[in-house]
């Protein structure tokens, strides 16, 4: 599968399908180990924004609307998070009720008479994250959603689909993450 432009790593080794990548991608403009965030700065993120067409190519970007999409990208990475076993309060999806109660979504047919929720407005970045939690509903729906996860490494925490059949996956990558936590355990059990 070849990965969009946008994509913030192109050496991304377990993609998720469309749309779902998009969110993917979003949580992974935060690059933990390499302590790099393309959404640190206003016109860094505004290309990618752009590019991804989570902001109109008119729109800028304020610090204030930067620091709100840092805040939902933690939420939606909390609710991965919370998903295989972390909890979290109601201080984490604050960000995403704030922005669900701030708009509201629209139903729309195609011309083959699928329904979907659609964004009725996208004029700026409010409107971007808000795309991006309807794409976060229908992979809950479509269950999708379970194979996102957050890599078990609290060092890497990247963002990747698991495609195995059992859905067991908790590392990035194996060869990475997996022997570096499996190795580190097996050290201390030595111990």
Not at 26 to 47: C, H, I, K, V
Not at 55 to 82: G, H, K, M, Q, Y
Not at 89 to 96: D, I, M, Q
Request: aromatic share 8%; charged share 30%.
């Amino acid at each position: 599968m070849s990965l969009p432009s946008w994509y913030p790593f192109a050496e991304e080794g377990k993609p998720a399908p469309m749309p779902l990548l998009l969110v993917q991608a979003f949580l992974n403009t935060r690059y933990f180990a390499g302590d790099s965030d393309l959404l640190s700065d206003p016109e860094t993120a505004r290309r990618w924004l752009v590019d991804t067409q989570l902001l109109p190519p008119t729109a800028t970007v304020t610090a204030d609307e930067l620091e709100v999409a840092r805040s939902v990208r933690e939420s939606i990475r909390r609710l991965l998070s919370f998903r295989s076993g972390e909890t979290h309060g109601a201080v984490a999806l604050r960000p995403l009720r704030e922005l669900a109660g701030a708009h509201s979504a629209c139903l729309t047919m195609d011309e083959q008479g699928t329904l979907r929720l659609d964004n009725p407005r996208h004029n700026d970045l409010g409107d971007g994250m808000f795309d991006l939690m309807l794409i976060v509903r229908d992979a809950q729906e479509h269950d999708s959603w379970s194979r996102l996860k957050v890599c078990g490494n609290s060092e890497c925490r990247w963002v990747f689909y698991d495609r195995s059949r059992n859905r067991q996956g908790r590392w990035c990558e194996m060869a990475l993450c997996g022997n570096r936590l499996k190795n580190r355990a097996f050290r201390a059990r030595k111990r």
